[in-house]
């Protein structure tokens, strides 16, 4: 049956039109445009002449079909439309071509449309650096109003049907977000395919674009790319995805959550205090999750960090609560102003106040949270000078891009940043115009036809529309698939057709860890001490510990974290006579760290035929403990071990290896120097480093001025090949590659000798 409530619908046709209604016409409009649910059957409509546009509906019995008034005005029946609205009479089946305007007081909230628009602006301004430090923010809004919405549609649909019809609740929310995200992630798997060259690129991008479209973004993104404000994660176009993808599980979530809160409050008894109750349980469960110490997940997802569905679900949590607030505890118009201005003046200090240092999810998002519940709340009173406010025309407008909007903005500026163009007023104007010429598009033609094809036909029935539909958002869906397994099978032969017609240059130099990892394991040995082993780090199950044969007694040992690590391979190819061994961990190499750490230390000292240790770290991260490390080397020293000290190699900054490797996109440049943020604070621990050698009678290396001259750095070098070819040094932005490790090896070998 048609549930309870009252909604003012305009059905505007063109002069001259003639038009024909029936009961699945009505109940499409009712239930995906005003959140009702609704079975069609059989019925008329009678019109009441003395209350205006208002019509009871009634079935064929003449029972009561609706328990209420609602405040439809239907223009329809079969007769033609000279002007204005007419009321809709007898239903007869499907129709001629029927143009809708939809108008409702009540299901559309234009306030929340309004909000919607300023979360978005927030994000858009935060990722396009206009001012907006905590703009991030913004993406817990949208959490907020989608458990609003979401919470407001099923407990409706429970109240009038006692339960909730999962799978049509879940079709709903496909066809309304995947058709879009669809076109979104088509279009970047097309351009990181056909126009950017980056293989890693690719390769993160197609991991990234299907699990978005299974709804585990969040967790692919983790395991990719680290946290969100990393240099990882800006390297991926559809980092923005996770939001969406943890959007889906709460709505996965949430309809079986609400059938336990019906089965638990005793069948409705005190329904509303109880659903406040059990969602207020909930929700401080969640937000208290995100201060559990866990252990990483597989070793690099954090089960409460940004990407954590769990430690989110407050958020959305929030917003029901929001809803059963508008439900139970209307406010006044002078409260409703009090709490709204409270509400969006705390969204604009967070979006101008907060910073990528915060904890996030943590404390600090209550407060963008707890505002948007405010402003949810207060807008319920329409009448309110707020209200009123975030109504406006162009805010709702706006609001309606929300989605498209937050779905292209990302990739379009991910896009031009790695043509390596900079960022000026003009260039950041035109990309904002680009954003939204985008998604207007894609609201027009995609988001809006999918959703309006339910109730726009042209003589067709509901299941051919119905087919229509299904097909165009399968296209969406799978056309991503289709061009993914044709990257993947043809994208050698494509880099190679634009190498061999200089569209693109490339130079010699692996990129990424696998390789590199997988080439030390192939011609060394893993490290003959089994304690050490075993507590050793690993990559896709290669031992990150080895030595050169693992047959003779250590003679070299490599101590620190993976900047030392990556000096093995050229170290132990520079001098094949002498057995050369690394042991490491993510950490300092001092004595005051770690157990683990004491332990390597103790091991190196304590290992007579080892005579050369050398020590390394990334120092600009890490920092200095110069009391510690001085006594670590003492300690080395009093065992009469000569210790070398490097003061590591300078990190990438602005560019990728990728982008020197390879152009990044046909007819693009090559990019191997950067100007280093860090000379300051590395000429610094240079010093530090050089003093402590000093004092200990330890050797100083300078191997990051292998890589700089002033402030200008290169990841390349002329004299690193056989050929003299230009070779690329660097795997990730920090990291040396085998070349790499080869060319600092060479600088090494007169001091370990």
Sequence with gaps: MLGVGRVNVGFVALEGEKVKCSPELVCHIMRDYFLIPCQPRPFRITTQADVEGEVMMKDLTNRDFVADWWGVNFVGGETTISSGLLRCSDFHGWASPLRLSLMSTQSRREDVQGLRALAVAGVL?????LGLP???????????????????ILTKEVSVTGSVDISRFLAGRFFRLVPAMGAVVLTTLLASSLVFTSRILQETTAWTAVSALLAVSNFVIAYVSGGYFGQAAEANPLLHTWSLSVEWQFYLLVPLLILLARALSKRGSGSGLFFGTFLLLLGVSSFLFNFLDLPDFAGRIDLNGFYSPIGRFWEFAAGALASQLVAKLPLTIRLAEFVSIIGLTAIIGSFVLYHEGMQTPGRSTLVPVVATVLMIWGGAEAKSAITRLMSLRPLALLGDLSYSIYLWHWPVLFYWRQTGLSDSIVSTAGLIMITLGLSWLTFNLVENPLRLSRVEHAGGTAARSGGRRISAALFFLLSPMLVLGMWSVGSGSYQKILLASDVVESIPGDIGHTKFHKVVAEEFEECADSEIKSRALSWDGFVRCQQTSGDEAVEIAIIGDSHAEHLFFGLAGE??????????????PILGGSQEMADIVQHVAETDSIRTVV????????GVPSGELRETVDYLRAFDKRVVITNDIPTVEGITPEGCKTSLYIFGPRVCSWIDPNHESAAEISGTLKEIADNTGADFVDTYGLFCI????EMTTQTSTQNGG????????NHLNLSGSEFVAKALSQWVR
């Excluded at 001098?575 to 300092?588: F, M």
């Excluded at 230009?726 to 932005?733: A, G, H, I, S």
């Design 125 to 129: 301004l935060f990722h396009f650096d």
């Design 134 to 152: 905590g703009g991030f923010a913004g993406v817990d809004v949208f959490f907020v109003i989608s458990g609003f919405v979401i919470w407001r």
């Design 575 to 588: 001098v094949p006579d002498r057995e050369v061994a690394y042991y490491i961990l993510n950490e300092l």
């Design 615 to 622: 020590v390394s770290a990334f120092w600009v991260r890490r």
């Design 710 to 713: 002033g402030l200008t750095c």
């Design 726 to 733: 230009e070779v690329l040094l660097y795997r990730d932005p």
